[in-house]
């Protein structure tokens, strides 16, 4: 199995940025199709951003298009959420997650493997 730790949360005032970071272990990283999750207080847990076992097909959800770019280095086993223009709505607990497949997925039930979460905050 992998182990996915995220990091780089934090608070920030809408307009900044911020870069999460998702440490894989355990297993090589490049195996795996990664993708990134956020769940707000009293909400549903959405998808954000999707890669391909490649890291070359991506997917973003219609919220963040055009602000947040998923990216990955198999060399340093980590994938990464850059988010710019961050807005209040965008507070949420961000998740990784990683999955057994080749091509990118929207949908949590198709990932195997969840970090434990961290928290970004958007203040106005």
């Known amino acids: 199995q992998v182990q996915l730790v995220e990091s780089g949360g934090g608070s920030v005032q809408a307009g900044g940025s911020l870069r999460l970071s998702c440490q894989a272990s355990g297993r090589t990283f490049s195996i795996y199709a990664m993708g990134w999750f956020r769940q707000a207080p009293g909400k549903e847990r959405e998808f954000v951003a999707a890669?391909?076992?490649?890291?070359?097909?991506?997917k973003y959800a219609d919220s963040v298009k055009g602000r947040f770019t998923i990216s990955r280095d198999d060399a340093k086993n980590t994938a990464y959420l850059q988010m710019n223009s961050l807005n209040p709505e965008d507070t949420a607990v961000y998740y990784c997650?990683?999955?057994?497949?080749?091509?990118?997925?929207?949908?949590?039930?198709?990932?195997?493997?969840w970090g434990q979460g961290t928290q970004v905050t958007v203040s106005s």
């Open positions: 997650a990683a999955r057994g497949g080749v091509v990118v997925n929207t949908r949590p039930d198709e990932y195997d493997y």
């Open positions: 890669n391909s076992r490649s890291g070359i097909t991506t």
